[in-house]
């Protein structure tokens, strides 16, 4: 063989190396060297894609030189690439430049929750600087704050009282908001240590459909993710009526450092509102967060919090009593309610890719939780002496870890994603306490005090398997609990416990029908938890009632600046809670059946207007009452939210949003009403080089309304026989404040 025919062997044989499809793998990142997640990887030639992970790595299959491939994220300007023989000797770094949101650039195929996606876009588009403004993100959710502003919101989601969180899961950063066998009621979830400003994410999921999710995700999950870093320090105060005042504080810790970050954040409130007997309600939060990536870009994040308040409150006032004029609606019957509360978490989560088919995510996290509060809902009916104020106490310990594997494999020529998790949690909660008491100093006598010990064991597994448009996602679920509850209001010691497992199969399948139409059918068991307390007292009460549910689903963009999702769907639960606060128990209250439809649109009519509209219709009944007592108490019918927003005009930002929910029955066989409301706020910002004012003005109109209103049998003291009517908490009126902001 003469020299000739060796070079061109090898000439063959190398080229035929480099044009062999391969793995492309490299890294998406912004312009200040930040990864990006969920950004969409196409190769033109080979028609393969991805998504980059949390840490921006991606890995894109069946590449090879000479290949085009486009990159995207919404609010970034699209790329394309062609692939040379450099991008395969080393990991491919990609560099995205912000632009402005733009819907019409929005493909519903590239995106690997679309839902998700437009939440991400009204975050961007509406800002949000107070805790209920996170919640009211979640299209459908409706929020009610009824006890002084420290107290925990009241939750409406597709037909549901959830009370404070007893059938919507919550957690931040990977780590659980809502609190099992809870002193004031089951799966209370007070979300007010999470500082608005630090949400960059908020996703979430209506109905029990998610195997990832476990306890209380009945109606829906709502997860929030912190931002890794600051892009601008921050200075901001907000001064308004009724004595508001916030200030706020963000601070970039380390600059422009490679590969890591840090900041913290610093937020006071006050404000007495608009009661004749001031709230004084004051909170302090405090939030730090610490990211650092390796050279392999394995991703770990260290978040430290803390958040204490203190509140007074006019409670839930009866209607007869404005009525008549011996209050107004303003006014009080006992103004002694109110309370304490604080919470410190502590939260570690850790990132990497094991193989090039599989990586791996992990939390570990611990929360240290203080809890006191003072209520009187019937006054005198109970104890016509001292009155029927009762206090709800706890302290509490969390401890838990949850580790996720996803690993991406084929069967055949189906793409499979397969992601598999496990989790632990444990809730020690000492003296969990209910008194009878007076003036929040006497106590008259201890109805509850005892020793909460719970833990939840979980593991599931959820595979995705792709079909062409086709996408079928079956999933398993299973979750172990251990409940101990020890009674020292017992003569003797006395520690009860029981043991119960459940498993929740998922079963969901998409349809891409178009690039901007995608059809959905998911279905699912899932189940939300009983208090402790019940379930080890042998009542024979269900521990771990069970909810079945399925969506039929849209998401469409008809037209390039419009996107349209509509969900059917029906849910059925074997059983419901109703806590019972002054008793300390919780009743079961049998079967239900809801279904309904959601409706929500997106349109942007240019680059700075932006309008968006969420609406809900619900049936919701119980199974075993008779037609005309079958209602579900305070289960709304009708919703609606939305509004128009405007940013990025020269200086000037702003925009106008609206709520409403309409008459809701108030008790099972509808002759007591709750009424709706309409309510419309507006917000208007103007720039000048780092400096921006800003006013806000809640319910604009002045709108007379109720917040949260519950049919409510009481006694007042000047009263022979009790009265069962609506007893509210009012909304607050014209509201106007004024804020001024540095960035730095």
Known sequence: MDTLQKIFILSVVFFTHLTHAQDLKGWVLNEENQPLEAAYLYNLSSKTHAHTAEN?????????????????????????????????????????????????????????????????????????????????????????????????????????????????????????????????????????????????????????????????????????????????????????????????????????????????????????????????????????????????????????????????????????????????????????????????????????????????????????????????????????????????????????????????????????????????????????????????????????????????????????????KFKIAPALRLDYFKFIYDDKLQPTYTSLSETKAIISPKLNFFFEAQNNLQLYLKSGIGFHSNDTRVVVSNLDKPVLPKAYGVDLGTIWKPIPELVVNSALWYLFLEQEFVYVGDAGIVEPSGETRRYGLDLGLRYQFNDWLYLNSDATLTKARSVADPDGENYIPLAPDFTLSGGVSVKNLKHFSGGFQYRYIDDRPANEDNSIVADGYFITDFNANYTIKDITFGVRIENVFDTEWNETQFATESRLQNEAQSVEEIHFTPGTPFSLKGTISYRF
């Open 56 to 468: 921006g790595l991606f890995i894109l299959e069946r590449s090879q030189v000479g290949d085009s491939i486009k990159v995207g994220l919404l609010g970034y300007q699209n790329r394309i690439l062609v692939l040379d023989t450099l991008a395969f000797n080393s990991a491919l770094k990609i560099s995205l430049k912000t632009k402005v949101f733009q819907l019409k650039e929005l493909q519903i195929n590239e995106q690997l929750n679309a839902l998700n996606t437009i939440s991400r876009l009204d975050l961007n588009t509406s800002p949000v600087n107070s805790s209920q403004e996170v919640l009211r993100q979640v299209p459908g959710l409706v929020i009610g704050q009824h006890a002084g502003g420290g107290k925990a919101e009241q939750l409406f989601l597709r037909g549901f009282d959830i009370d404070h969180g007893t059938d919507v899961a919550i957690s931040v950063d990977g780590m659980p908001v809502n609190m099992v066998s809870h002193a004031h009621g089951q799966g209370y979830s007070d979300l007010h240590f999470l500082i608005p400003e630090t949400v960059s994410k908020i996703d979430f999921g209506k109905g029990a459909y998610y195997a990832d999710k476990g306890d209380f995700n009945t109606a829906g999950y709502v997860d929030f993710k912190t931002k890794d870093y600051l892009k601008d320090s921050e200075i901001s105060v907000s001064i308004g009526q009724f004595n508001a005042l916030r200030t706020l504080g963000m601070f970039d810790l380390l600059g422009d450092t490679k590969n890591k970050s840090a900041y913290m954040a610093i937020e006071y409130l006050e404000n007495d509102g608009p009661f004749e007997s001031p709230q004084n309600f004051n909170r302090l939060n405090v939030f730090g967060k610490y990211t650092t990536f390796s050279p392999l870009n394995n991703k770990f994040s260290l978040t430290l919090s803390h958040f204490t308040s203190r509140w007074d409150a006019s409670g839930q006032i009866p209607q007869r009593e404005v009525d008549n004029g011996n209050i107004s609606r303003f006014g009080a019957i006992d103004d002694t309610e109110g309370g304490t509360t604080s919470r410190t978490n502590l939260n570690a989560e850790f990132s990497k890719y094991i193989s090039d088919k599989t990586r791996l995510k992990t939390n570990v996290f611990y929360t240290h939780y203080e809890f006191e509060l003072f209520s009187n809902f019937t006054f005198f009916l109970e104890d016509p002496i001292n009155g029927d104020q009762i206090k709800q106490k706890e302290n509490r310990d969390i401890f838990g870890a949850n580790t996720v594997l996803t690993h991406n494999t084929y069967v055949g020529n189906m793409p499979v994603t397969i992601n598999s998790g496990l989790g632990v949690r444990n809730d020690i909660a000492n003296d969990t306490e209910l008194s009878k008491t007076l003036n929040r100093t006497s106590t008259i006598e201890q109805v509850q005090l005892g020793d909460i010990n719970q833990t939840n064991l979980n593991a599931f597994v959820n595979a995705e398997i792709e079909l062409g």
